[in-house]
């Protein structure tokens, strides 16, 4: 599976729309982007995934480039319980296994 | 609809013990990932399971661990003989049997295991 590069950090103002990057640059033409999310001690969380268009949930939007080639999570008003490490993750079906790099940890600060 | 059920929370086995942790899958769910979590690292895959099937164990310690998930029951990861390094948080995650990308894994809240 292709790999994605994030930035370690980021920090984001309580209320204001969090966005947090993704490239994939040798993404293939089936795989999805996936984002997971684990707020400290607790269980990963699914979010959102997408393959070709821009998705939106209850919990966030994510925008795909349309060479695929990077995405963006957002969220649209940030709360301090978003506060957690974000995963961006490529899988061509739903029972590959999730292979978790680094991810960003997001800080909503009040 | 439930979740991932992981049980116990939490483990203590004083080293030289075994520990038995149980995942019981989302309904309908016949796909089972086990991972571990040391602590202050991030999340590293270990068994990919179906039915009565590994179908990748590529992340398992080469001994005392194992992994199950038989036609009726939990699955269960066990380990042998623990040792002070086994101390982690054990997640479960399940995800349906589609051939397609268009679902997602749900994750259980884990077990965290202690060894004394």
């Known amino acids: 599976d292709a790999k994605t590069t994030q930035p370690t950090s980021m920090d984001c103002a309580e209320g204001r729309a969090a966005n947090l990057p993704c490239n994939h640059s040798?993404?293939?033409?089936?795989?999805?982007v996936y984002w997971y999310r684990q707020i400290h001690s607790q269980g990963p969380q699914y979010i959102i995934h997408?393959?070709?268009n821009n998705e939106t949930n209850e919990m966030a939007s994510l925008i795909i480039t349309e060479d695929r080639k990077s995405s963006t999570l957002i969220l649209p008003h940030a709360t301090l319980r978003d506060t957690a490490v974000y995963y961006c993750?490529?899988?061509?079906?739903?029972?590959?296994?999730?292979?978790f790099g680094p991810g960003t940890s997001l800080s909503v600060i009040p | 609809n439930a979740g991932v059920m992981q049980n116990p929370r939490h483990l203590v086995r004083r080293r030289g013990q075994e520990a038995r942790l149980r995942c019981s899958p989302m309904?309908?769910?016949?796909?089972v990932y086990w991972y571990r979590q040391l602590p202050e690292e991030g999340l590293k895959f270990m068994v990919y399971?179906?039915?009565?099937?590994?179908?990748?164990e590529s992340g398992m310690p080469k001994e005392r661990f194992s992994a199950e998930f038989p036609k009726e029951g939990p699955s269960i990861l066990r380990i042998q003989q623990v040792v002070r390094g086994d101390s982690a948080a054990y997640f479960c995650?399940?995800?349906?049997?589609?051939?397609?990308?268009?679902?997602?894994?749900?994750f259980g809240q884990g077990t965290r295991l202690t060894v004394v």
């Open positions: 995650a399940s995800s349906p049997p589609s051939h397609s990308g268009d679902t997602e894994a749900f």
């Open positions: 040798t993404i293939s033409g089936n795989e999805y």
């Open positions: 997408g393959l070709k």
């Open positions: 993750i490529l899988m061509k079906t739903s029972y590959d296994k999730v292979i």
């Open positions: 309904k309908g769910h016949s796909h």
């Open positions: 399971l179906q039915k009565e099937n590994i179908i990748d």
